[in-house]
C-alpha cells in the first residue's frame, strides 16, 4: 500500500516503527525524510552503472543487472540491520519517486509478512511539500526578530523564551552555524537538508502566538533563508538586546570556547579579514590571538568590524523597535533578561 502525504505533519501520524531510504548514500546524505534510516538497495556506484546501461545499452540488460544488485544488498540488509526485527514490525519504504527501488524493497519486506508500506511520489514528493512551505507560504504566526551586537547573547536568550509562552525558531541550531565568520561548529546541512528542517518547524507553528527568530543576514553558513521567512524577519518588529562592550567580550570568549581553544584554526578566520581591514589591524588581532589576549580580541573585533557593520544594517530597516538592557550577560542573570524579552515581544504585538 503507498501512503499519501498532504502536509509535513501527516508522516508523524502514521507511527511507522522505521522509515527505510532506498535511495543510493549520497542521495540519503544530501536530504532525507526525518528519521529515516539509509538502506540503499543500491550503492553509488551500482545506482551509475545500471543507469549507464539504461542509457548506453538498453533497459532489458540494465533492469536485469538492477535486480540482481537490489535482490543481493536486501539480503545484506535481512542479514544485517533488519535480522531482529519481530513479526509485528511496520516499515515505510521510499525511494526517489516512490518507483522500482523502494517497490522492489517492499515486495521482499511483504513477502516475510511485514506490514510494508511505500510513499507515493517518494521523496519528491515529499520534497513538494518542504519546498511549498518555505517559498510559497507566508510565516504563519506572527514574527518578532531578537535583535542585538555580536556577543549579547541573543541565543541563549532565544532558547528561555519558550519557558514565558512564546514560540521560537533556532536558525542557527538549524543551520548548525553561529551565523558569524567566526561560527563554524562543524558539517552544515545541505541547503535542501535546511530547508527540510526549517519547513517542519515553520509547519508546526500556532498561528495565535509570536515566533520569535534571531536577527540573521541572508545566508547562515552556506544555509542560505528561503524569500518568505526573509521578507517576514525584514518586515517583522525587533527588540534589540544591549549590553557593555567588556561584558559582550567576556560572553564571546565563552561562547566560543571552541574557537579559542583552536589556534590554527583562529589564524586562518582572522586572514580571512584582510580584504576588510588594514595590515597593521589583522597583526594586531593575531598578537592578541597569540598571546591569548581573548577577550581584547573580541572586543576588537566588535568595535572595528562587526558593530559598524550592523549599524549600518540596521539604518536601512524601518521597524518597529523595542530596547531591553541585558546588563550582565553571567549565566543566572539570563532568565531574567528573557522575561524582559518576552514582555517587549508581547507589547510590541
Not at 547562515?220 to 518588529?237: D, H, N
Not at 568590524?305 to 542573570?333: C, F, M, Q
Request: glycine share 8%.
Amino acid at each position: 500500500m503507498a501512503v499519501t502525504l498532504t502536509s509535513l505533519s501527516d508522516l508523524a501520524g502514521y507511527g511507522f516503527d522505521d522509515i527505510i531510504d532506498a535511495r543510493a548514500p549520497a542521495e540519503y546524505a544530501e536530504d532525507h525524510l526525518p528519521g529515516a534510516i539509509s538502506l540503499p538497495v543500491l550503492s553509488d556506484a551500482e545506482r551509475a552503472e545500471v543507469g549507464t546501461i539504461y542509457k548506453q545499452v538498453n533497459p532489458f540488460t540494465a533492469k536485469k543487472l538492477g535486480a540482481a544488485l537490489v535482490s543481493r544488498n536486501v539480503a545484506g540488509h535481512l542479514l544485517g540491520p533488519l535480522a531482529d526485527k519481530p513479526g509485528g514490525w511496520r516499515p515505510l519504504v521510499y525511494c526517489w519517486r516512490g518507483g522500482q527501488r523502494s517497490g522492489s524493497f517492499a515486495i521482499i519486506l511483504s513477502q516475510i509478512g511485514w506490514r510494508v508500506e511505500t510513499l507515493k511520489g517518494g521523496y519528491k514528493a515529499w520534497r513538494g511539500l518542504v519546498v511549498h512551505e518555505v517559498y510559497d507560504t507566508p510565516v504563519r504566526a506572527p514574527m518578532v526578530v531578537l535583535d542585538g551586537n555580536t556577543g549579547s547573547a541573543k541565543t541563549e536568550i532565544l532558547k528561555l523564551l519558550p519557558a514565558h509562552g512564546l514560540q521560537v525558531i533556532d536558525l542557527e541550531g538549524l543551520a548548525n552555524h553561529r551565523g558569524s565568520l567566526f561560527g563554524a561548529m562543524g558539517p552544515q546541512p545541505s541547503q535542501k537538508a535546511f530547508e527540510g528542517r526549517l519547513a517542519q518547524a515553520l509547519a508546526a507553528l500556532d498561528p495565535t502566538r509570536p515566533v520569535v527568530v534571531e536577527a540573521e543576514s541572508s545566508k547562515i553558513g552556506e544555509c542560505r533563508l528561503p524569500p518568505e521567512i526573509w521578507k517576514a524577519m525584514t518586515r517583522a518588529p525587533r527588540v534589540a538586546l544591549s549590553a557593555a562592550p567588556a561584558a559582550r567580550a567576556q560572553y564571546l570568549t565563552t561562547a566560543y570556547a571552541d574557537m579559542v581553544a583552536d589556534a590554527a584554526r583562529l589564524s586562518r578566520v582572522i586572514d580571512l579579514l584582510k580584504p576588510l581591514h588594514a595590515q597593521e589591524v589583522i597583526a594586531e588581532w593575531h598578537a592578541m590571538a597569540g598571546s591569548g589576549a581573548f577577550a581584547d580580541l573580541a572586543k576588537g573585533l566588535m568595535e572595528q568590524h562587526y558593530d559598524p557593520r550592523y549599524a549600518k544594517h540596521r539604518a536601512r530597516i524601518d521597524v518597529r523597535l523595542a530596547e531591553v538592557d541585558a546588563g550582565s550577560l553571567r549565566p543566572e542573570t539570563l532568565p531574567d533578561t528573557a522575561a524582559r524579552v518576552a514582555e517587549a515581544v508581547q507589547a510590541l504585538l
